[in-house]
């Protein structure tokens, strides 16, 4: 597939008027700002072909027709006709006026998986990560492989269904541009003289502080691998109101594979908490002989019934804490405590210590 082939006629784009756009944006509600321009909610009126008709749809506006905004509205035009996949943005039109560019997308009723990210539960979080690597490996199929560049959340777009649907292709570039771009960034202010031109991707959140404060950021660009490690570590951190069940799955298999472990009571301080030393064999292979060694664990004592010198055997449990992870299952031997006398009790034993030696004599 030639993927740098020109698209000026597809039966699968429309190509529309400004003035059409403009009547479908009457409402001129914004729904999103990028460093492509402005994004507006429209509905499609008059348009027969594919069955638009009536469909709400998301219009992006360049700012102006500047270099950078051509080399970005002609990589969406190009490419996402040619990318067809379940978790990639769809192309619906496009359009070139004497003012600006314009792009057609679908709505996503959900926005940004940014916009999302408090309200994900663990079931769509791992759906949004499953669908994000098919659409990267899609990208990578084609001959020469596709680069986003610009993996972000903000360029994740959730359907009504929650299902996530890459964006922004206006940075993509073929593996084979790569060199070049890395070329470029080299070159800094001299790549103009080069005849090296590729869009640059606009810095995001993501992005390394240090690609951010350079003194020339325009020839910056971060690692794809890099961006998409930090979406997915920022999708994951977001705070869930449940565990997941794939880690329910984990921490029983872990606690499935740990056997119990008889240990000696150490500490009984805390509140229905205790610290049990435990002395294990393991096999030196230095030295060839086995080697004692003492591991402590802190383990839950629901009704604060052991005391220090008790021995005690633990079950696994499903984490209770931090460092909570046994339970007290039994105790095997009750340590044998000191109890000082008593006052009273030593002056009866006195008493009668006199009374049996007075009788003896």
């Known amino acids: 597939m030639n993927l740098f082939r020109r698209r000026d006629d597809s039966g699968d784009v429309i190509e529309f008027t400004a003035e059409e756009l403009k009547g479908y944006i009457r409402e001129g509600k914004i729904v999103g700002r990028g460093a492509f321009g402005p994004v507006y909610k429209g509905i499609i009126k008059g348009r027969q072909e594919r069955n638009i008709n009536g469909e709400h749809v998301a219009i992006k506006f360049s700012r102006n027709k500047c270099e950078s905004a051509s080399t970005q509205w002609r990589a969406e035009k190009d490419y996402l006709p040619e990318v067809k996949h379940q978790n990639i943005i769809k192309l619906i039109g496009y359009c070139e006026s004497e003012e600006r560019f314009y792009l057609v997308y679908p709505f996503m009723q959900n926005g940004t998986a940014l916009s999302q990210l408090s309200g994900l539960d663990w079931h769509k979080t791992l759906e949004i990560i499953k669908g994000v690597a098919s659409a990267i490996q899609k990208l990578q199929g084609f001959t020469p492989a596709l680069v986003h560049r610009d993996i972000k959340l903000d360029n994740i777009l959730l359907d009504q269904n929650f299902t996530p649907k890459l964006a922004d292709f206006g940075n993509v570039t073929p593996e084979g541009k790569m060199n070049l771009l890395a070329r470029a960034q080299q070159l800094g202010p001299w790549a103009k003289l080069t005849r090296v031109s590729l869009p640059i991707p606009s810095p995001s959140p993501s992005s390394k502080p240090q690609h951010r404060s350079n003194s020339s950021p325009r020839h910056k660009t ?80 629901e009704h604060n019934l052991c005391n220090n010198g008790d021995r005690v055997r633990l079950d696994p449990s499903r984490p209770l804490s931090k460092r909570k992870h046994w339970v007290v299952a039994e105790i095997l031997k009750k340590a044998r405590i000191y109890v000082p006398p008593s006052a009273d009790n030593s002056m009866g034993l006195d008493s009668k210590t006199e009374a049996q030696t007075s009788s003896t004599s």
């Open 222 to 301: 971060t690692s794809p691998a890099f961006n998409l490690a930090a979406s997915l570590k920022q999708l994951v951190g977001a705070p869930r109101s449940s565990v997941p069940l794939v880690f329910e799955f984990l921490i029983a298999s872990k606690d499935r594979q740990m056997k119990s472990v008889v240990g000696m009571v150490v500490s009984n301080k805390m509140q229905k908490s205790v610290v049990v030393a435990v002395d294990r064999l393991f096999h030196h292979k230095i030295y060839n002989r086995y080697v004692k060694r003492t591991s402590k664990f802190m383990a839950h004592d």
